[in-house]
């Protein structure tokens, strides 16, 4: 089956191409399938390259970056290259540009492909921090979200949360639930109790993801708790950075914690196997993939309830707070764990590895073809 994976946006893992479509693409490949991967040129990657199997071929535009990565560009490229892609199956990733609406309008309306797509939203209507990134997701949603999805022949989620975001947002019912995969599943871990105490956060620094709750619950257990002997590793980057580095020193915890920068998925892991336990107290998450990490390297997780990160509080190992959490509360859940020990495992199907994932996916496909 030739597979066209359209992916609205570029990381600089892996050779530009983000972690979800890359794991799918390479699992596909692995199954004999015939995968590319199209997908914008941000950062002036190869415009085309062999990766794990599958092919990548990136579309450089001059006014991505300026119009919602709008791209006529890419009309160019499809008009040409279509034929010569000769998709079975088009999977478009992302909603929340202009990229994946304007290829979708493309394929259905000017080349009038008779193709099934599939596409996988990524939708959190909460991600958008700005005034104008609201006003635009507003307009965004009434005049084209909606219209683009009812186009495609499968919508794909990768939580109950954003399947009932989707359907009750944008009215659109054709939905199915396949969740993020992880790398690995090995939840043995020492038994022994240890002493010290390691938290950990993994993730983008944005005011959102509550990085701060998290600072400040490290306060209580230091001055309130009089515990010593803790320390939080903080793994990533991003524009609130400066704030929570602020809000550290304030707060005198600074001493206390290690400040990474984003690491490749094999040192992740082991960041994850090290802790104790795992934070994401963030306001949204339409998934929160690093928590299904977590978990499936058999840390317990700390979340918050109210968004998709609610789900994983079903599976053993993850308990919830309210947002915004309670200092307090937070810490004592922490010295709980620590002190009486939370098992992690076994899970429902929401954590599992991404060849599983794309076994999901390969049957939607085949279903539709």
Not at 21 to 30: D, F, G, N, S, T
Not at 38 to 47: A, K
Not at 149 to 162: D, H, R
Not at 226 to 254: A, P
Request: glycine residues 6%.
């Amino acid at each position: 089956m030739n597979i066209l994976l359209i992916n609205y946006m570029e990381t600089t893992a892996a050779g530009g191409i983000n972690k979800t479509v890359r794991e799918i693409a390479r699992h596909l490949a692995e199954r004999n399938h015939s995968v590319i991967v199209l997908q914008p040129n941000v950062s002036n990657f190869l415009s085309e390259e062999t990766y794990d199997g599958f092919k990548i071929l990136r579309v450089k535009s001059r006014f991505g970056n300026y119009f919602y990565d709008f791209s006529p560009e890419i009309f160019f490229f499809l008009i040409k290259n279509i034929k010569r892609l000769n998709p079975d199956i088009i999977h478009v990733h992302g909603y929340h540009t202009l990229f994946s609406p304007e290829v979708i309008f493309i394929l259905k309306n000017v080349l009038k492909v008779n193709v099934p797509i599939v596409f996988t939203c990524h939708y959190d209507p909460l991600n958008r921090n700005t005034l104008a990134g609201k006003l635009f997701g507003n307009f965004y949603n009434k005049f084209i979200g909606a219209k683009i999805l009812k186009s495609t022949s499968q919508i794909v989620s990768v939580s109950n949360y954003e399947a009932n975001n989707i359907n009750n947002i944008l009215k659109c019912e054709n939905i199915i639930v396949i969740p993020h995969g992880v790398d690995l599943i090995d939840i043995s871990k020492s038994k022994k109790k240890k002493d010290f105490i390691k938290l950990l956060y993994v993730g983008y620094l944005l005011d959102y993801k509550g990085v701060q709750y998290i600072i400040g619950s490290l306060h209580e257990l230091i001055y309130l708790h009089k515990i010593q002997n803790v320390r939080l590793t903080i793994v990533g980057e991003g524009q609130y950075k400066k704030n929570l580095l602020i809000y550290s020193k304030r707060l005198k915890v600074d001493d206390y914690i290690e400040w990474k920068p984003f690491l490749p998925s094999s040192k992740v892991m082991q960041e994850m196997k090290n802790a104790d336990i795992f934070l994401l107290l963030s306001k949204s998450e339409g998934y929160g993939i690093v928590v299904a990490e977590a978990l499936a390297m058999g840390t317990p997780a700390i979340v918050t309830n109210g968004t998709a990160l609610e789900e994983f509080t079903k599976e053993q190992g993850c308990v919830g707070v309210d947002f915004p959490p309670k200092l307090e509360e937070v810490a004592e859940l922490i010295l709980n764990i620590h002190d009486n020990g939370l098992y992690v495992g076994p899970f429902s199907n929401k954590i599992r590895t991404w060849d599983q994932v794309a076994e999901e996916y390969e049957r939607t496909y085949l279903r539709l073809k």
